[in-house]
């Protein structure tokens, strides 16, 4: 399994991906214009989640790098546990560079399971970028904790998490709660995590994670303000495979240090293969924009050559590190192995998962 990850490890740790870009074609991306255009970025979530506040970060400094410097709006569709809004993408998007797809790990997921309602293929998409991302899991001080060390006091609370759905990117916080011996409900059919940040700001729920951007920026002032409690990050991976501290907050411990707190060992198993395989997928490879399969490869390459100038903008330096976290967004051949990487799972654990998620939470593929 280590060596299968190695490339999204490189990314997962932030490293810079000069020289890896694609050639850009220079002559032929320098023709193409979207002069007085309007360019949709279809995102499948609500509007306030960690896919949303990306996207609107990173749509205003496209829109100054795309030749023409055309308006790019984002559009949000969500429903499904994202696969409408990416249906709708699959379906409607013409080869002209006027409509963009932005995906989370909460889109991979259905993909990776085998969903029913996914009438989306991966592999007949183009990737323009990828960035990984991280995630922050926390809880309300109303039971009694202060910090990460106090986690072992959840161990007997009855805890409610709203969840967009078992085949969502929430399958990580499931798989990794279900492996911590936490007694979660969890609430299916929420349209994003946004949605479930505002569940827990009205006392709905009790337990939370938010993506790296949104926990920035709607979830830390919660904690200053006294009313959220930060338990721990996913973590990120090292050049070995191992699980280490999320540079962007690394005052707080790993699931696996949140692990070894709680039972005294760590995680091993077929259960802790199956939550590290989804963690990959979700974390390392999570954010990815994408084009329909037949634009032209001079459209994809000035995509390309856009988010690349746009990292040198003095506004996407002063802020992508307090909006995004220290992670790097790539293009060219790192991005296309992210998404290899990001889309691929072994059988076995497909099946494995699919069958826990039957049998212990009622769930068959393609309900919520």
Known sequence: MKNQFNITRRVALGLAAGGLVLGMAGQAAAEVDFSGKTIEWIIPFSAGGGSDTWARFNALLLAKYLPGQPTVIVVNEPGGGSTKGTNLFAARAEPDGLMILGTSGSTQFPYLLGDPRVRYEYKDWKIAMAGPTGGVVYTTPSLGLKGPEDIAALKD?????????ATSLDLVPLLGFRLMGFNVQHV?????????????ERGEVNIDYQTSSAYIKSVQPLVEAG?????????????????VRDPTFPDLPTFVEAYQTLTGSAPSGPEYEAYFAFFTAGFPAQKMMFLPKDTPDEIVATYQKAFEDMKADPDYLASAESVLGTYEQVTGPLAQALFEKGTTIAPELRTQVAQM???EYGVKLGED
Do not use: C, H, I, T
Not at 227 to 243: I, K, M, R
């Open 188 to 200: 299916f059919g929420f349209k994003g995590r946004g949605d479930g940040r505002l569940a827990f």
């Open 357 to 359: 998620l039957a049998s």
């Open 227 to 243: 009313e959220a409690v930060p338990l721990f990050s996913w973590g990120v991976l090292n050049e070995a495979g191992e699980v």
């Open 157 to 165: 609370k009855e805890l409610v998490y709203a969840s967009q759905g």
